[in-house]
């Protein structure tokens, strides 16, 4: 029988100017530290709640990457443990003051959030508690049949073995996307929907840079593109970039 594993629901915001939300431990909080922490309690405290990890893009700091784990009833993929848990969440006047707070901290005029719910096809614990977590996404054309998906875990699985034993990476992981808010964001082409979800944990950036100079890494990276080529694979847009990294904090309790 195949594992199930959590949803990740992955939420990508773009911080207001001035507010940084590096530091959420500190005895002295500023207002929006303190407007996160609320928020994220809020989170912790919804039933089928397992634990969250959140940080700022390190290639750009004013991204924030905001990721929940969430069970799933193991027959429909859910972003709750039921239809009627997050229903009554979204209908509860703490959900109200909840999207309220979001936009004290957070661009919604400016620059849309995008979230995205994954359900993983391996374990993405060791990635996302890596010192340094690549995240990518990957689109498929619109009504791909479920062969393209069985041959691109096939390739991707060769890929994951080498980035873990060549690549020194902590933990590395793909799931399938099963949703994304808003439906119609910009980040998949005309056609397309953003499909694969990756993490790949390192010990530092420097890390990930010196698997990406291994010969098993061009070889890794034609294969990928022969198999975009065959079945139109792409790379997702977010805000700018294929490609990034987080320092993720995830806190132990």
């Given at each position: 029988?195949?594992?199930?594993f ?14 940084s ?102 374990d ?61 964001h910009?980040?998949?082409?005309e ?51 294929d ?11």
């Amino acid at each position: 029988m195949t594992p199930s594993f959590p949803i990740t629901q992955t939420s990508i915001f773009q911080l207001k100017e001035g507010i940084s939300l590096a530091d959420t431990t500190s005895k002295i909080a500023s207002p929006a530290v303190k407007v996160f922490i609320q928020l994220k309690e809020t989170v912790k405290a919804q039933k089928g709640f397992i634990r969250q990890y959140w940080g700022h893009q390190v290639e750009n700091s004013q991204l924030f990457v905001w990721c929940s784990r969430i069970r799933s009833n193991n027959s429909l993929v859910t972003d709750w443990e039921s239809p009627e848990h997050h229903e009554n969440f979204t209908e509860s006047e703490g959900y109200s003051a909840y999207i309220t707070s979001l936009g004290e901290i957070f661009y919604f005029e400016k620059a849309l959030p995008l979230t995205i719910y994954t359900k993983w096809s391996s374990d993405a614990t060791a990635a996302l508690k890596a010192p340094v977590t690549e995240i990518a996404f990957l689109t498929l054309p619109n009504g791909s049949p479920e062969e393209a998906k069985t041959a691109t875990e096939e390739v991707l699985g060769h890929v994951m073995t080498n980035v873990q034993a060549v690549g020194k990476a902590w933990g590395a992981a793909i799931g399938w996307v099963s949703k994304t808010t808003p439906s119609d964001h910009k980040a998949a082409a005309e056609g397309h929907h953003i499909a694969l979800h990756g993490v790949f944990g390192y010990a530092s950036i420097d890390d990930h840079m010196r698997w990406r100079e291994a010969p098993e890494h061009a070889k890794a990276v034609k294969t990928m593109e022969e198999l975009a080529t065959k079945l139109h694979l792409d790379s997702a847009d977010i805000y700018g970039t294929d490609m990034f990294h987080v320092a993720f904090y995830h806190p132990k309790s």
